[in-house]
C-alpha cells in the first residue's frame, strides 16, 4: 500500500455508487490517473466541491501496491484547491463549450493511464487559465489549444512552407492527409484553398502570436476553425463530441 501525491486538472467525473465518484485526472507526473472519490456526492461534503471539471488541485492518491496505476483504480483521499477554473469557465457558455472541448482533447491524447504527458499537461493548465480570465476570445483560445496539442502529439500542421516537399511558402492550398499547406506541384485530391487571412490566423494561434489572432476578422476565424477541426478528427480519428457545442 502507498501514497502518491501529484497536481493535475480533473477532466471528467462519473458517478459510481449512492456516494462516490470516479474523477479522471490528467496529471504532471503521472498523465491521465482514474481515481475513486469517496463520499463526495454527499450535500456536506467540502471535499467533492473540489473535484470538478476545470479545477486544477493538489491530490493524494492511496494505491495497493507500489504503483499508482495497477490492477484496481486508486483511491483520492485528499485534495486541494490550486486554481479553481471552472468558476469563471461554467457561467459562460462560449467558454464552457470551448473548455469542455478542451478536456475531451487532452483525454484522448492522453490514452494510456499513467503514462507522463507533460507537455499536454502544461499546455492545459495554460489554457485553461487563460480561458478563465478572459484575455482572448474563447474560440481562439480552443483552437490553439487544439493545434498546439497535435505540435506536441507529433501531428504539427505546416502553415507556410510545403507540408511535403518544403517550397518555402506561402503556398494556396491546404490537405489534412498531407499535414498542412502544400503546392501546386504537390497537391493532392481533396485539397481546399482556404484564404490567406485564414492561414495567418492558424499560423499566429500555433506560435502564440496573438497580436495578431486578436485582429482578425470573424469570418476568417470560423473558416480556420474548420480546417483545424478537419485536420484533428484526421488525427484522431474520430472528431470531438464537444466541438459540435462551441459557439464561434
Aim: with cysteine; aromatic share 8%.
Amino acid at each position: 500500500m502507498s501514497l502518491f501525491r501529484d497536481d493535475g486538472i480533473v477532466l471528467r467525473t462519473q458517478k459510481l455508487g449512492e456516494a462516490d465518484r470516479i474523477i479522471t485526472l490528467l496529471t504532471r507526473n503521472n498523465g491521465r490517473v482514474r481515481a475513486v472519490a469517496r463520499g463526495v456526492r454527499r450535500t456536506k461534503s467540502k471535499f467533492g466541491a473540489r473535484l470538478e471539471p476545470f479545477s486544477h488541485v493538489d491530490v493524494q492518491f492511496f494505491a495497493r501496491g507500489g504503483e499508482l496505476i495497477g490492477r484496481g483504480l486508486p483511491l483520492c483521499t485528499q485534495s486541494e484547491t490550486i486554481a479553481p477554473y471552472g468558476g469563471a469557465i461554467v457561467t459562460d457558455y462560449a467558454r464552457y463549450t470551448a473548455g469542455t472541448a478542451m478536456l475531451e482533447t487532452a483525454e484522448r491524447f492522453t490514452d494510456h493511464e499513467g503514462e507522463p504527458a507533460v507537455q499536454q499537461y502544461l499546455l492545459l493548465v495554460g489554457a485553461l487559465r487563460t480561458l478563465a480570465s478572459g484575455e482572448h476570445a474563447p474560440h481562439l483560445i480552443l483552437d490553439a489549444f487544439l493545434l498546439r496539442s497535435l505540435a506536441v502529439n507529433g501531428y504539427a500542421p505546416s502553415f507556410d512552407d510545403c507540408a511535403k516537399c518544403g517550397m518555402p511558402g506561402p503556398n494556396r492550398f491546404f490537405s489534412v492527409g498531407a499535414g498542412g499547406v502544400i503546392c501546386g506541384e504537390c497537391r493532392v485530391p481533396g485539397s481546399v484553398v482556404p484564404s490567406a487571412e485564414s492561414l495567418t490566423l492558424l499560423g499566429a494561434l500555433l506560435t502564440g502570436d496573438w497580436a495578431t489572432a486578436d485582429a482578425c476578422e470573424l469570418r476568417h476565424a470560423r473558416e480556420g476553425s474548420g480546417l483545424v477541426a478537419a485536420y484533428l478528427h484526421w488525427h484522431l480519428e474520430r472528431g470531438l463530441r464537444s466541438l459540435r457545442y462551441v459557439e464561434k
